[in-house]
């Protein structure tokens, strides 16, 4: 059975086991008959009249102010899933840190794919999270956007403006390389609008800050160690053209025309992104986004959401990313259950990590024409194999 740390919180702060502890010494012949009684503490030390006895509080009065306290039950063979009924699987079974009850991690929804570090507690007990809504000023500053333009032109690739100046020439017959395509903002300005308060509302009920950038912040790995060198077996390099793509992509972000994706909240699988206009095949929908740190650094970190940067022959140069306090609309993509070829079925964008002057970049591409209202999966063992899908829906 999984048990997570019991924790005793208190405001009061960390309880001590020391007791004050009293002596009776006998009334020494010679001295005054004032002398009666010495109070020592431990260690027995004698005390100055002076100075006051320091009080521990009693546990009745932490427990009083204390927002829970768990005690630990001498036999927990008995405990069953609060929604399924079973108590089979104890090795699944989670234990709530505030009410004691179990639950099965495939039961709970959203599902729990890994044992938490730390203490749990269970949907009753940590309550939701009020979802925050945004007007169009804060939406603005949330995203630091600079300029918000309804003009055609701004939507035009650099492939499109070259299209338009292509002169005739001679068939050349080789094998086309696919290039990435720029996604296409929805042209309706509210609904951008939408679009980005959903975002915003994600982000902010996971404390998140919100950033397209790879970050690199003392105490983490340094951005000189993000060399796509190191990569086994190579990395492909992003073309020139593809290049022009990013940073069109990159400008159209800035003036607040995002890609059209909507972030939703599934009482089954948590948030999730939706297509919110249909997005072709190899389009660029986006930049995985966080906080850069080595692999060693994060063997044992929580987040569900850490996605391979570098893989490199020596372990203790490998990357990942990290959107657990900075990111985007890529920390919502769900994955697929790779176990189950319903599953698989339902992938329809992949993780690709290119050289970019040198550097590894993850980015997310559509590997086929998603409809309007189809949800975005990918495959979270591109890579490597290593992360437990088996309960995914």
């Not at 059975?1 to 960390?14: H, P, V």
């Not at 104890?90 to 729990?112: A, Q, S, T, Y």
Request: aromatic fraction near 8%; hydrophobic fraction near 35%.
């Amino acid at each position: 059975m999984t048990k997570t740390k019991k924790l005793l919180r208190s405001n009061s702060g960390r309880i001590s086991t020391h007791s004050t502890m009293r002596l009776e010494l006998a009334k020494p012949e010679g001295l005054d008959s004032n002398f009666a009684k010495a109070e020592f503490l431990t260690p027995c030390m004698m005390l100055p009249s002076s100075v006051p006895r320091k009080r521990y509080k009693k546990i009745e009065e932490i427990l009083a102010v204390a927002k829970y306290a768990v005690v630990e039950r001498a036999d927990y063979s008995d405990v069953s899933c609060e929604e399924c009924g079973s108590g089979d699987r104890p090795d699944e079974l989670l234990l709530c840190d505030k009410c004691d009850k179990g639950f099965h991690m495939n039961c709970l929804r959203p599902i729990v794919v890994r044992v938490p570090i730390g203490s749990w507690l269970c949907p009753s007990c940590c309550g939701q999270r009020r979802v925050r809504r945004f007007s169009q000023k804060k939406i603005f500053d949330f995203f630091r956007i600079q300029k918000c333009s309804d003009a055609m032109d701004s939507y035009l690739s650099p492939q499109d403006s070259r299209k338009r100046r292509r002169r005739w020439a001679p068939p050349v017959f080789q094998k086309k390389r696919r290039r990435l395509l720029p996604f296409i903002p929805h042209e309706d300005h509210a609904q951008r609008l939408k679009e980005m308060s959903s975002l915003a509302s994600a982000l902010t009920a996971l404390q998140m800050e919100f950033s397209d950038d790879l970050h690199y912040l003392p105490g983490l790995a340094p951005r000189s160690a993000n060399q796509a060198k190191f990569e086994i077996g190579g990395m492909q390099v992003l073309s020139k053209e593809d290049m022009e793509t990013l940073e069109h992509c990159r400008a159209m972000c800035k003036r607040g025309m995002c890609p059209p994706l909507i972030v939703r909240f599934d009482p089954c699988e948590g948030f999730t992104v939706e297509a919110d206009a249909p997005i072709k095949d190899m389009t660029l929908i986006t930049e995985y986004a966080g906080d850069v740190d080595f692999l060693e650094n994060r063997k044992t970190d929580d987040c569900d959401s850490i996605m391979t940067l570098l893989l490199a022959s020596d372990l203790s140069k490998c990357l990942v990313i990290c959107p657990d306090k900075r990111g985007n609309i890529a920390r919502f993509v769900n994955g697929i259950n790779n176990h189950t070829i319903e599953g698989k079925k339902k992938q329809n964008c992949k993780c690709v990590r290119y050289d970019v002057n040198g550097e590894c970049r993850v980015f997310l591409v559509a590997t086929r024409d998603i409809a309007k209202g189809e949800k975005l999966y990918y495959d979270y063992n591109g890579y490597e194999h290593a992360y437990p899908t088996h309960n995914f829906i």
